[in-house]
């Protein structure tokens, strides 16, 4: 299977792309590094991504960025960075991503418990979030060439545990093999429109 | 109460008004009529308006549009009708309406059932719906003053239902009573952060 993770270099995508690589060709898309550059925010680069690779049986991307700030101090302009990268990065690989996909492959897209359990200083995180679960359940009604389309929302992980704890006080961190077999259920699994939630 | 109910003259609008005008001060915002004119787009609109207005009880927003066409047809300025209308427009409402509520008061925003249970064409109806869900959770954990956040999702609801019944096969639309009900739960209950789903 080729199988194209974008944001393969990131503390869950490096470990998602050293599970997929044991058995798959994988090709690693990254801002700055890996075997090919994106930027998602960008339509035309998330294109002429696509041009290089070809086509793939799976598209992952755990990739996307969001502004952290108290509620009081996120701007207009602040919540359109959530927008343009996390919220229609991914909407956009899904729009762009379904022609490089061959019949029956597989879009998973990346979220994360803010979007149903938010904690202080995420108003603008936890919006495109939830964006992107219905999202993702709308527009799965409607691939073709049985394609499917699905969202990994994971709690906190444990290899970023230290980086978050402060934010996500009493929550519990997920293991890294949780964390990887919620993509495995995405790609190598049926479903299509599922939000795959990893909460404990 | 003095309650400002953008969105005062819609289908669902103008049943909400025509409830809470029995025992409160209304006053009802509208793009092109109304007590005084908004077009939720432009977050400098929603300002001379909270100034025109001044400080209120209770803030209900029933307004806002995103794009319904099949995913295939949606471009990705398309998504940005829905994200500057309904998404960031009662994003805005809240930053900039939190100055102008009185302590003790509440916001309402408005979603829908797409955001839980989408058809086709609502890629991005769906996603602004479930962005403002994830948005209300985590930015009523922040509000001050006592202030609460809401939002009401209603399924279809009955005066709109043959407008739209042909994209919401074998749902069930719901009464205007129990629509109306949602807002005065918001409006006059005590909850914080909640989703007000009213699908059956």
Known sequence: MKILIIGGKGTIGKKVTDHFIKENEVIVAARNSG??????????????MFREVGKVDAIICIAGEAKWAS???LSEEDYYIGIRSKLMGQVNLVRI???FLKPGGSITLSTGVLADDPVVRTASAAMVNGGIHSFAQAAALELEHGHRLNVVSLELVVDAYEKYKDYFQGHNPISMEKAINAYVRSVMGKRNGEIIRVYT
Do not use: H, L, W
């Open 71 to 73: 509620f009081n101090e």
């Open 97 to 99: 991503g379904q022609g």
């Open 35 to 48: 075997d090919v550059t994106v930027n998602i925010e960008d339509s035309k680069a998330i294109e002429k």
